[in-house]
């Protein structure tokens, strides 16, 4: 409990260094559940492949963390993976470009989405949810008519990023968990980052402040844009194609994560390192559900649960918050 002598941010680290401990402590506890489920969970391979799967999530949910805390949302990040993978292919396989500037196109078709979303929220004070909905089919109707429906194989051309760097983890792991540190340190320790929490927190005190907070949403939405347009080169690469249906539903696994991370729904509240560990929880559930012979469909309603399990705890936290 927070005592009147206790100096706020003292009592800020000691919070957020309790979430970090109990999701340690929940990851944790899945390993060993799930190790003694299976012969097979506690193994190099398993982790190497949960290692492998998990940087076009994570770097997905680096963004959505962001979008979250200004009391946003942003369903189209599934449908931008699509179509940033589309671009890059289209700009290797048809305009004959090399792999370097066609994954900058990829980014920069990310980056564009971002902005027009938010710059369509901003303008005209629409709910993100609404914009991102119509944003969500526009552009998976684009990724369809940019690859004409088919699989692009683009094989090698962009494998740099699928190809193992250390004991077999591959190089968009060590990417993925180095921009966690740097979103980390800008939402912690930038203006821009202080910004972002006190939109969430309190938008019409910022504007009295005298900041304006529409040029930051903005912001926000264009560079979680850009790393759905960073997901799309990563899957491409560990698929060596682009497929107009990737990253179909994946923003549910995206917010999951970032809920049950600790991100409040409401805004103003969350941290990219708690991200990291909603991601390995989800990462580590799927794969544990997996080797124990747990069906799809089942391995959904006990994901969803979760979910909801995370919404609650964030409630009854936000609740005794209001009350203190």
């Not at 002598?5 to 003292?10: F, Y």
């Not at 912690?188 to 019409?204: D, P």
Request: aromatic residues 6%; hydrophobic residues 55%; charged residues 10%.
């Amino acid at each position: 409990m927070t005592t009147a002598s206790t100096p706020p941010n003292t009592a800020t680290s000691r919070s957020a260094m309790g979430t970090y401990l109990g999701l340690c402590a929940v990851l944790i506890g899945m390993v060993i559940l799930f190790s003694t489920l299976s012969d097979y969970f506690w193994s190099k391979a398993t982790f190497v492949a949960i290692a492998n799967e998990i940087p076009a999530l994570l770097v997905m949910s680096i963004g959505m963390t962001f979008v979250l805390i200004i009391a946003g949302i942003d369903l189209s990040v599934g449908s931008v993976l699509a179509l940033s993978a589309a671009a890059t292919a289209n700009a290797i396989l048809v305009w004959h470009w090399g792999p370097l500037p066609a994954s900058a196109l990829g980014l920069l078709v990310g980056l564009t989405c971002g902005a027009v979303t938010g710059l369509i929220s901003v303008a005209w004070r629409l709910p993100s949810f609404i914009v991102s909905l119509g944003m969500l089919e526009a552009v998976r109707g684009g990724a369809y008519v940019m690859t004409d429906s088919r699989t692009q194989y683009v094989g090698g051309a962009i494998s740099e990023l699928a190809k193992p760097w250390v004991a077999g983890v591959s190089a968009a792991f060590f990417i993925a968990i180095a921009l966690v540190i740097v979103a980390q340190v800008v939402l912690s320790r930038t203006v821009f980052g202080r910004y972002v929490v006190g939109i969430g927190t309190n938008e019409e005190a910022m504007r009295l402040a005298g900041i304006n907070p529409s040029p930051i949403r903005v912001a926000v939405f264009a560079m979680t844009g850009v790393l759905a347009g960073l997901a799309g080169l990563m899957q491409a690469a560990r698929l060596e194609a682009a497929d107009p249906n990737a990253g179909s539903g994946i923003e549910l696994q995206v917010i999951a994560s970032v809920v049950i991370g600790g991100t409040s729904l409401m805004g103003g509240r969350g941290s990219v390192i708690s991200t990291l560990f909603g991601v390995l929880i989800i990462a580590v559930l799927e794969a544990g559900l997996a080797q124990v012979g747990v069906s799809d469909p089942s391995k959904r309603i006990v994901t969803g649960c979760v979910i909801v399990v995370a919404v609650i705890i964030d409630t009854l936290r936000q609740r005794r918050s209001s009350s203190h």
